[in-house]
């Protein structure tokens, strides 16, 4: 390697950290089979969810992220209500949603990027949390326990789906840059 193409690459190497992205850890495994920890790991992802795009609100310079923060903020509070009243219908009483250190954690990241690095941090955190959101609701929709909890869950799929593809539509945007002509 060249002195150049060194110092590149020790540049790209030491770059990297400023944007890595802490995405929440995933559910436990029994969360998508049995109600408690469901209802549970749901709240968590909620939680994160209205959190992180708080800070998004907070810190975000571009218009189509801060409109993705309040609609995940606005649809999140509401898929937690519909969770908790589910809970409450099949026998249990749910406690309220509490972050685990790794959302918090991610959280964290979010509260001290840089500025030019939240967006992509923000996205790269909702992209993979609404992966595992996904997954969470449509495994329990069709292996959960309970039955007001599995039609919660139900109601639950398509809104994650449609944030998951929002998330991955404006990052790839951000990522593009602005466009020419447009």
């Known amino acids: 390697m060249t002195i150049k193409a060194l110092i590149l690459a020790s540049t790209l190497t ?26 549970m790991a749901a709240g968590k ?3 994160y969810e ?28 509401k898929t937690t209500v519909a969770t908790m009243k589910a809970a409450q219908r099949a026998g249990l009483t749910p406690m309220p949603p509490a972050l685990d250190p790794g959302a918090v954690a991610s ?17 790269g955190q909702q992209i993979p949390a609404h992966q595992a959101a996904l997954d969470l609701h449509r495994s329990y929709a069709a292996d959960g326990d309970r039955s007001p909890l599995r039609t919660s869950a139900r109601a639950a799929t398509p809104i994650v789906k449609q944030h998951l593809t929002a998330a991955t539509k404006l990052q790839h945007n951000i990522e593009m840059g602005p466009m020419k002509g447009m």
């Open 50 to 77: 209205v959190n992180s795009s708080q800070v998004a609100l907070e810190k975000s310079q571009n218009p189509r992220v801060r409109s993705f923060a309040a609609m995940l903020i606005k649809h999140h509070q």
């Open 14 to 39: 030491v770059a990297v950290p400023a944007v890595a992205q802490l995405a929440p850890p995933p559910p436990p495994a029994e969360a998508k089979t049995a109600a408690a920890p469901y209802v």
């Open 45 to 47: 992802s909620d939680l």
């Open 107 to 123: 959280i964290a990241e979010l509260q001290t990027a840089a500025p030019a690095d939240f967006d992509r941090l923000y996205l």
